[in-house]
């Protein structure tokens, strides 16, 4: 009976995987190739509105540029075609010529169109993903440079951000890494000086770095973030993420992401596998099922499919943002892998029902920034800015045509 379930959600992996293969390559990638490289001044546009409308003058953020980067070094890795390693390379050589701070090191939040320096703060999360951009493309170019780089930022991070007393990452220092005292990612987040957020995506890249870099000052980095993510970041009594933290670890905040809780339980997994510590293995792995219980049972729309936003004393925000259906889809997929129970499988193929029928723009292409609980979308919010890229749906396509393959 057992063989005959695997079997059975094996053939729904594998359609699932076709379907967005197809995504990928017909819609979410062509989009970013031929709609958002920018030109005339190098890198891409800061800003594309939902009906297509360039704002050719808008910023350029770092996140998105090193999101970027690495959406196509992963394209290239698996595809080996050209043209996403010539998209990876622009991006690339747009991180070094404008981004990079020569001086301190690091890379700049934000840029003018023309690749100026506009806000030189350094966030722990933007320098996160440009480990995470740099790593995933020294993988498939060799380009030293690139691999200096992000061992770079690591030492910075190492240096400047890591509380050596408390644990963890501080959020943010100016460009010579002095105090600062707006520590925000965002207008919508506390002004705490530690946060999920930024932690999840330092285990990111550090897992990234690992992959082409494996040393011993990186292994224990790991090895102790990945412990705090267990420890201090998950709350023990309810199997979801706590957000916001003063420096000693005390929540500061109510709100829970369904879209973090999912994303983050297959991430936990996938650092706890590069690794490769059986204990860590283990405890990344028991949390991962439990987070993706809670989140299928509290997160999950079963009236009209797909995966509600955030939750804050019992009040449910059903807006369906685009990033936590492409999260939810992989992170129920890791989940099924973990304990075999279909239910798990069930809820990523309805995921992605979800996105197909009511995310995808199929006028515009690419997809929408969120819609209602209904499907409704959103039209003014923007196709791509600083925070709307091709990172999310990008990799959780990546991911199930990845996983489909290895149970061929």
């Not at 706590?242 to 369904?258: C, D, G, M, R």
């Not at 499988?345 to 920034?369: H, P, R, T, V």
Request: hydrophobic share 40%; charged share 25%; net charge negative.
């Amino acid at each position: 009976m057992h063989a005959e379930l695997q079997n059975k959600d094996s053939g729904i992996l594998t359609v699932l995987a076709q379907e967005m293969l197809n995504e990928l390559k017909q819609d979410i990638l062509p989009f970013w190739m031929y709609r958002a490289a920018d030109t005339e001044n190098g890198g891409f546009y800061g800003e594309i509105s939902n009906d297509l409308i360039v704002h050719y003058k808008a910023p350029k953020g770092g996140i998105l540029n090193s999101r970027i980067l690495w959406t196509f070094s992963s394209a290239y890795r698996i595809f080996g075609e050209p043209i996403y390693l010539n998209m990876a390379q622009r991006a690339y050589r747009f991180l070094c010529d404008h981004f990079w701070d020569d001086k301190f090191g690091g890379v700049y939040w934000m840029v003018d169109y023309k690749g100026k320096p506009i806000n030189d703060r350094k966030q722990a999360y933007n320098l996160a993903f440009a480990i995470y951009g740099l790593s995933e493309y020294y993988r498939v170019s060799s380009c030293d440079e690139a691999l200096k780089k992000a061992i770079a930022i690591f030492d910075i991070l190492e240096a400047h951000y890591r509380d050596s007393f408390f644990g963890g990452y501080i959020e943010a220092l100016t460009r010579d890494y002095k105090a600062i005292s707006d520590m925000r990612l965002s207008d919508k987040d506390r002004n705490d000086i530690k946060s999920m957020n930024t932690h999840l995506h330092i285990l990111e890249a550090y897992t990234s770095l690992l992959r082409v870099w494996r040393h011993d000052r990186l292994v224990k980095a790991q090895q102790e973030l990945l412990d705090i993510m267990l420890t201090r970041i998950v709350d023990q009594d309810t199997h979801r993420f706590k957000l916001f933290f003063n420096e000693q670890w005390k929540a500061s905040s109510q709100i829970v992401s369904f879209g973090h809780d999912i994303e983050g339980s297959w991430l936990m997994c996938e650092a706890a596998e590069v690794l490769g510590e059986p204990g860590l293995k283990s405890r990344a792995y028991d949390e991962a099922a439990k987070m993706a219980y809670v989140v299928l049972n509290k997160g999950l729309d079963t009236l009209h499919g797909g995966l509600f936003n955030e939750e804050e004393h019992g009040h449910i925000d059903t807006d369906k943002h685009w990033w936590p259906q492409a999260e939810a889809v992989v992170g129920f997929a890791n989940a099924y892998s973990i304990t075999l129970n279909p239910a798990f499988l069930k809820a990523a193929a309805q995921c992605w029902s979800f996105i197909k029928s009511s995310i995808i723009d199929k006028k515009c292409g690419e997809w929408y920034w969120k819609t209602d609980r209904a499907g409704e979308p959103y039209l003014s919010q923007p196709k791509v800015e600083p925070w709307k890229c091709p990172y999310h749906n990008s990799r959780a396509c990546m991911e199930i045509i990845e996983r489909a393959s290895q149970r061929v």
